[in-house]
Each structure stands twice: as structure tokens, then as C-alpha cells.
């Protein structure tokens, strides 16, 4: 079965980076997508990017993220730079996949059926 396991989280002074991880298992379908949502306390979980199998990657309202991928380690990156402390929230990374023959479509506005249990991020 997928599992999703995130981790990078911590405190971070304002204007610092971190890297997020998250290491995927049990993939059924090298047709993917892959996506990093945020959810601070009080407010709706927001996505932050995502990133298609072969490569393409879009992007939520941050410019300072990068979303990638390395997929011989099964695992996925958020960089994370010149972080606020409107970025404190936790941060989920999730997955879906298809098993179609053209490429799956891939966004954060998109269902997505699996999920990790998520990584703290605070900024101050």
C-alpha cells in the first residue's frame, strides 16, 4: 500500500530556509503526481506545489518554494527559502496516480487519496 512519510520540519528563524522530505513506498503506477499542501492553525489547507512523474512542476502562490524530485530514492523536496512567519503551518505531501496511458494530470487543485501525517514548520 502507498505510504507517505514527511520530514525537515522544525523552527526556523524568519528569513531562514529548510528542506522538507518526503519518502514515498508502494507506489502502484510510475504515472504520478506528487504535491505539497500547507495547513496553518485556523485557516484552510492551502496547496504549495506539485510535480508530475517525467518531470513538470506548478506552483501555488509562493515564489520561494521549489518543489523536485528524486525518483530512484522514491522522494520528494520542497526547498524552502527567505521563510516568514506566515509560512508556520504544517505541511502535508500527497500522491495520486493513474494507471491511463497518457500522462496523469497533476495540480493542487486536484483530489489527491494519499497523504503523509505531515511535518511542523514554525517560523518566528
Known amino acids: 500500500h502507498v505510504q507517505l512519510v514527511e520530514s525537515g520540519g522544525g523552527s526556523v528563524q524568519a528569513g531562514g530556509s529548510l528542506r522538507l522530505s518526503c519518502r514515498g513506498s508502494g507506489y502502484p503506477s510510475d504515472n504520478y503526481c506528487l504535491a505539497w499542501f500547507r495547513q496553518a492553525p485556523g485557516k484552510a489547507r492551502e496547496g504549495v506545489a506539485s510535480?508530475?512523474?517525467?518531470?513538470g512542476t506548478s506552483y501555488g502562490d509562493s515564489m520561494r518554494f521549489t518543489i523536485s524530485e528524486d525518483s530512484a530514492k522514491n522522494t520528494l523536496y520542497l526547498e524552502m527559502s527567505n521563510l516568514g512567519p506566515e509560512d508556520t503551518a504544517i505541511y502535508y505531501c500527497?500522491?495520486?496516480?493513474?494507471?491511463?496511458?497518457?500522462?496523469?494530470?497533476?495540480?493542487?487543485?486536484?483530489?489527491?487519496?494519499?497523504w503523509g501525517q505531515g511535518t511542523q514548520v514554525t517560523v518566528s
Open positions: 500527497a500522491a495520486r496516480f493513474s494507471f491511463a496511458w497518457y500522462k496523469i494530470s497533476c495540480g493542487v487543485d486536484l483530489d489527491f487519496p494519499y
Open positions: 510535480i508530475v512523474s517525467g518531470g
